[in-house]
């Protein structure tokens, strides 16, 4: 039911109606309302709580019925003095826990029967969605346009409370931090900041938080910016143009591979030259037999002999020694070209080989070269 607020809640003052010592508890009441765009309603079934501003941890506990009637009990050792006053429901994103909506007075009564005007709870953004670059998408720009949503529906979407993003990112997992803040969208629904400057073959993360500033800072209460994020997304940037992409084919004509969804696998189950089977040997130019070389996915992830060798494979996100190969021609000595047969040597002595000649699985577990752990390369 929408009803018309004369005055908007700034603060309450309780008045108390009797005082007994023997007491054990005291109560506050009254009616709760949400804020919308077009008007108030009240704020049915929501949580509440009143907290002393000196000690947060001291707190009386209540809810809403459908009508925003609620009715607040407070231990009697909490005493009387100024309470933060809290109201939420967290499955519409409305209010929050942790943001007061406002402050009072609250008189000690050990009979109860403190009485309240109105309180009022403000939207908070609904989360945004993070939407370009997608999430896992390969071979993205160095430039691009970043886009998403901006969170706001026809309730939250009023110039009362402004809202602002902030984009939070790094490359290649590092600890994200804050590379844009306080954008404004507009409110037209999808946002975007334009993206420049970015390394070649470099795992990226980022996300976005949508910041609803309430109308007015609560004396006392802190920061009054209720907070919502996106999900985290990552992707990788194009291959760098000035390293040479290769592949890897084995006795059986399959390609190594390394399938495009950041699981970490890595096989011999490849059937065509694609992104997937795709690879940069890291600072090649003209690799020589014998050379140690590391191993890059367009994912930005290297091929790793899981503990130097005689066991199986995967990808890593550094280059170690495990990610280091001895790559041989096994035609003699001197530059390796496109379509010459070589070896692959892991850390400790072992060979790379493709089981069954190619199909399936990668292991780095032999110790001398044959059909299956000749590979060629192009």
Not at 30 to 46: F, L, P, V
Not at 53 to 71: E, I, M, P, V, W
Not at 124 to 137: G, Q
Not at 284 to 310: E, F, K, L, P
Request: include cysteine; aromatic fraction near 16%; proline fraction near 4%.
């Amino acid at each position: 039911m929408k009803r018309t607020i004369l005055t908007i809640f700034a603060f309450i003052v309780l008045l108390s109606l009797a005082a007994a010592a023997q007491a054990q508890t005291f109560s506050v009441y009254g009616i709760a309302y949400e804020q919308q765009s077009s008007g108030y309603y009240y704020a049915g079934n929501y949580q509440m709580k009143w907290c002393r501003t000196d000690n947060l941890s001291r707190c009386g506990y209540g809810s809403t019925d459908l009508y925003g009637n609620y009715g607040v009990t407070i231990p009697s050792t909490y005493g009387g003095g100024y309470y933060y006053c809290y109201l939420w429901k967290d499955s519409t994103y409305w209010g929050n826990e942790s943001y007061p909506v406002g402050w009072a007075y609250l008189v000690d009564t050990p009979v109860g029967n403190n009485m309240n005007g109105s309180v009022i709870s403000t939207p908070r953004a609904l989360p945004p969605t993070a939407i370009n670059p997608s999430n896992n998408s390969v071979n993205v720009g160095t430039t691009f346009t970043l886009q998403w949503t901006d969170g706001l529906d026809s309730a939250r979407s009023s110039s009362s409370w402004p809202v602002t993003y902030d984009i939070y990112g790094d490359g290649n997992e590092y600890p994200e931090t804050l590379e844009f803040s306080n954008i404004s969208c507009g409110g037209v629904g999808t946002c975007s900041v334009a993206i420049s400057g970015l390394d070649h073959t470099i795992r990226y993360q980022w996300r976005v938080v949508a910041r609803m500033h309430s109308q007015a800072a609560i004396t006392g209460a802190g920061d009054p910016t209720f907070y919502t994020s996106s999900s985290t997304l990552k992707f990788t940037t194009s291959w760098d143009p000035s390293i040479a992409v290769h592949n890897i084919r084995t006795y059986n004509g399959n390609y190594l591979r390394a399938p495009s969804d950041y699981s970490l696998a890595f096989d011999a189950a490849g059937t065509a030259n694609n992104t997937s089977t795709q690879f940069q040997f890291d600072g090649s130019g003209t690799i020589y037999s014998g050379d140690s070389v590391s191993i890059r996915t367009n994912q930005n992830y290297h091929v790793s002999a899981v503990y130097g060798g005689g066991y199986g494979t995967n990808l890593m996100s550094w280059i170690g020694s495990y990610e280091t190969f001895t790559i041989t021609r096994l035609a003699g000595s001197g530059p390796i070209y496109p379509g010459d047969q070589v070896s692959l040597r892991s850390t400790y002595g072992y060979y790379v080989t493709a089981e069954g000649g190619g199909g399936g699985t990668v292991n780095a577990n032999r110790t001398s070269v044959g059909p299956w752990e000749t590979f060629t390369y192009y």
